[in-house]
């Protein structure tokens, strides 16, 4: 199994030293009008002056979409082979919903499929917010998903539970107390769960992002809206493709083995490896000029 090292909290508290990132900002000139570079300086506040009104026009919901898009596109400039990754990972895993064997319809396939099904929508949906610069949202998302792998997991071995997935007057055992019933040897990446649960609930890892001290030296300000972060997008990237590996590998199941399918699946698994290896030695190599220079 690939090694899953990445440090995102270091790469999230660096986002309050610019010196430590390796940051690119989209031009916005297109969005510039009577002075203003887009909504990212239009609604950046003082910190010192938060909750007074801002002097200029607050901007309308088809501010922030255009910016979205503009983030979008500096994205698909940027982080072009990132992007394809993500992009194919997760529509590989929508591929097999259209060629599965769903002859068995037992309460318990239809409960494993639906989890998969939902983990499909999530993680379309968190490529979708990374690609507009939503990246701490994009990664609150993923905790679901690693929820429902280790419910398919434990259906799998209890299948006569099924009905706790499928009634609304019930309600499935915690994850932990199914990682319990599962045994120590299965652990699918399971150090990203307390790091995934800090994105869920209320901390530091979804406040840090939105301040900065990138605009002026001597101010730090809280911003609104999206912006392109090269290290940022990268750690969505990182997470969104190892868990879409995760899921091909769990739906691979229903798939005929005559399938072109499954070297579609190995050449993708490939290419993730090869992506989560090559930040891993970033990563390291990072810290390592970090330590040198604290």
């Not at 938060?50 to 400039?77: H, I, K, P, S, Y």
């Not at 990268?234 to 590998?249: E, F, K, N, P, Q």
């Amino acid at each position: 199994m690939v090694e899953v090292i990445i440090d995102i909290p270091r790469v999230i508290r660096n986002g309050l030293n610019p010196s430590r990132t390796h940051s690119t900002r989209p031009d916005l000139s297109g969005l510039a009008q009577g002075g203003r570079n887009g909504i990212w300086d239009v609604m950046r506040l003082n910190i010192n002056n938060v909750g007074r009104r801002n002097e200029m026009t607050m901007n309308t919901w088809e501010d922030f979409e255009r910016e979205a898009r503009t983030v979008e596109n500096a994205t698909l400039e940027q982080a072009p082979e990132c992007v394809q990754l993500i992009q194919d990972a997760v529509g590989l895993f929508a591929d097999a919903f259209a060629i599965l064997d769903n002859s068995d319809t037992t309460h318990a396939t239809i409960a494993k499929m639906s989890l998969l099904s939902q983990n499909f929508a999530t993680l379309k949906c968190a490529v979708d917010l990374a690609l507009r610069g939503y990246y701490t949202q994009s990664m609150n998302l993923l905790r679901s998903v690693y929820e429902n792998c280790i419910a398919f997991h434990y259906l799998s071995e209890r299948p006569d539970e099924a009905y706790l997935w499928l009634s609304k007057n019930r309600r499935p055992p915690s994850h932990s107390a199914m990682l319990g019933k599962l045994g120590k040897n299965f652990d699918p990446l399971g150090e990203w769960y307390s790091m995934l649960c800090r994105f869920a609930h209320t901390d530091a890892m979804g406040v840090l992002p939105q301040i900065s001290t990138d605009f002026s030296p001597n101010e730090t300000t809280i911003h609104f809206g999206s912006t392109y972060k090269d290290d940022l997008f990268r750690v969505s990237a990182y997470t969104i493709s190892t868990w879409a590996g995760v899921m091909l590998s769990d739906v691979s199941q229903w798939i005929l083995n005559t399938s072109d399918w499954h070297e579609k699946m190995t050449k993708i698994e490939a290419r993730i490896i090869e992506f989560i290896e090559q930040e891993n030695k970033k990563i390291k190599s990072e810290k390592d000029n970090w330590s040198t220079s604290a």
